[in-house]
């Protein structure tokens, strides 16, 4: 192995950045370095999201250094105002036309994402470090995208003293309904640089196998350096995990709603309403402004909305729940997709009731694993039914161990290790 074992990671979003995307990296970091790498972090100092999540930090382990950079990247709460700039969009009269004007700037100012203003600061930190601690192994992970023209920059600069690894937590250009969301000229852009991106690292990485085949397609002279590693669960978040005490049987949800329709939580909410179950529906996360409206209309009162909680909190919680409820989006890109906390709730045990496009991958674990039941999203009486049959008898639904191993994050990390030999 190349310079013994050491690595650099650039990672825009960690700790105390919240939230799933955080995790990966950060596993991959904590047994890393427990298999004795010298590990080396560059992040920005200013945390990109609003949602944070200070217990993370106990997973950083003692020994990595880590650099926290100045950035011209949005702030978390810029980041939020751009949201709220796209819903206002629809609107008439003035409000909507500067907001309207403000997109447009934005597709100018930030074509990539609007982490690019990380990258100078990023890039030239990254050259210190490699060059002061002579590291040749330097992993990247994205989103945000921009990051990776970092990995572009330093092989251009270093040739082959570096090997790259761009881990792909996304699809980039191959993201569902991408061209409807951005000008031709923007997504011409991203399809190039994605281009740049493939043929310029050693190994790209992909979480899933449709993310993995869609790269693959496209890029079939480079198909011997892609790889596929999925997410997974840290069997040390479970140890002397104790469940949440309920003061009644719950159901928990724990998970973001991007909007009413990603993913469409409301006829979940109707099935409840209609079937007439008396257990509260716990929601842990984040939670639109949209869908936020669409629910306090609907006169949900079972529906008790809490907010983001600490991982180890929302890991207990789930643990305490009657069943725990994962939602998918309902549209063919979900279909070859995991949902990264499918492997958290697998490794919990308790019943899963699963909702989601008619036919994916997480349906197929779901039941391989006889962890709990798979329904339609749309599908009301399914979900009525299939939210009777676990309540009904809880002991039929449960993960076997051995059935699931593969997705240890202690695992997962060896095999990022793998690519470095």
């Known amino acids: 192995m190349k310079n013994k074992k050491r690595i650099l990671m650039i990672v825009n979003e960690f ?7 955080v995790q990966r990296p950060l596993k991959f970091l904590k047994y890393l370095a427990a298999e004795g790498w010298e590990c080396h972090v560059i992040t920005p100092a200013r945390p990109t999201k609003t ?36 819903q206002d969009a629809s609107s008439w009269g003035i409000k909507g036309l500067l907001s309207k004007i403000l997109i447009v700037l934005n597709h100018i100012v930030f074509p990539l994402d609007k982490q690019i203003g990380w990258v100078p600061f990023a890039y030239f930190k990254a050259l210190h470090v490699i060059r002061r601690y002579k590291i040749s192994n330097v992993y990247i992970t ?17 040739k082959d003293r570096i090997h790259w690894v761009a881990d792909y937590r996304d699809a980039w250009q191959f993201e569902p ?75 928990v949800y724990m998970g973001k709603i991007y909007n009413i329709c990603r993913p469409d939580i409301l006829p979940l909410l109707n099935a409840i309403k209609v079937g007439g179950f008396t257990q509260p529906l716990i929601h842990i996360g984040s939670l639109s402004a949209d869908a936020k409206k669409a629910i306090a209309a609907g006169d949900y009162d079972f529906y008790d909305y809490q907010g983001y909680k600490e991982h180890r909190e929302a890991l207990s919680m789930s643990l305490g729940a009657e069943l725990n409820l994962l939602l998918l989006n309902d549209d063919e890109a979900t279909e070859g997709v995991y949902s990264g906390k499918v ?19 997480v349906k197929d674990l779901i039941l391989e694993t006889t962890a709990g039941e798979y329904v339609w999203l749309k599908d009301e009486q399914g979900i009525i039914a299939a939210i009777k049959r676990i309540l009904e008898n809880p002991g039929a639904y449960g993960t076997h161990p051995e059935s699931i191993n593969r997705f240890d994050r202690k695992v997962l990390s060896k095999q990022l290790a793998e690519l470095y030999e």
């Not at 700790?15 to 995307?21: A, F, H, K, N």
């Not at 690292?201 to 790889?227: R, W």
């Not at 492997?343 to 991958?361: D, M, S, V």
């Open 15 to 21: 700790p105390p950045t919240g939230e799933s995307g």
């Open 51 to 86: 949602v944070l999540d200070a217990s993370l930090h106990k997973e950083v382990p003692a020994k990595a250094k880590i650099y926290r950079t100045r950035s011209w990247g949005f702030g978390g709460k810029s980041v939020d105002r751009v949201a709220d700039i796209r």
């Open 142 to 158: 994205a989103f945000p995208f921009s990051v990776f023209l970092i990995g572009i920059l330093l092989k251009r600069k270093l």
């Open 177 to 251: 309904l991408l061209h409807t969301k951005i000008p031709a000229w923007r997504l011409n852009l991203i399809r190039r640089m994605d281009r740049s991106v493939i043929e310029s690292c050693d190994n790209a990485v992909f979480v899933t196998p449709s993310i993995l085949g869609q790269y693959q397609e496209a890029f079939k002279k480079h198909q011997h350096k892609m790889a596929l590693i999925t997410n997974g669960y840290d069997e040390a978040d479970f140890e002397g995990l104790e469940a949440h005490s309920f003061p009644q049987p719950s159901m």
């Open 343 to 361: 492997f958290e709730l697998l490794r919990l045990g308790r019943p899963i009731l699963a909702l989601g496009p008619k036919q994916c991958i």
